[in-house]
Nanobody, 118 residues
Framework: VQLQASGGGSVQPGGSLTLSCAAS????????ISWYRQTPGREREFVAG???????KISPSVKGRFTITGSNAEKMVYLHLNSLKPEDTAVYYC?????????????WGTGTQVTVSS
């Protein structure tokens, strides 16, 4: 499985971005694609995930500001980032797991940088 994240950029506080994750390869019927983020010196942090069954989970740290959508047919998952704060600055990664767990990831994609500053 290959994953390609895109859509990052630089925005001012309060701004919005939509990140895209394109999956390819042996995508199983049962799977989960999750978004994680990481800043230098910190562990990678779960942000949001979506199962192929349509269930979604959002981290409490971003709930109410971020949403996750996707299409199994298109093999795409989107992370919608709204009301961005400077502390949301990070490299965002999408990851794929062959289960319905939001945390047991088998493959990782390249990251996309999100920078929030005035």
């Amino acid at each position: 499985v290959q994953l390609q994240a895109s859509g990052g950029g630089s925005v001012q506080p309060g701004g919005s971005l939509t990140l895209s994750c394109a999956a390819s390869g042996q995508i199983l019927t049962i799977h989960t694609i999750s978004w994680y983020r990481q800043t230098p010196g910190r562990e990678r942090e779960f942000v949001a995930g979506r199962t192929s069954g349509g269930d979604a989970k959002i981290s409490p740290s971003v709930k109410g500001r971020f949403t996750i959508t996707g299409s199994n047919a298109e093999k795409m998952v989107y992370l919608h980032l709204n009301s961005l704060k400077p502390e949301d600055t990070a490299v965002y990664y999408c990851a794929y797991g062959n289960t319905w767990s939001f945390y047991n990831m088998d493959y990782w994609g390249t990251g996309t940088q999100v920078t929030v500053s005035s």
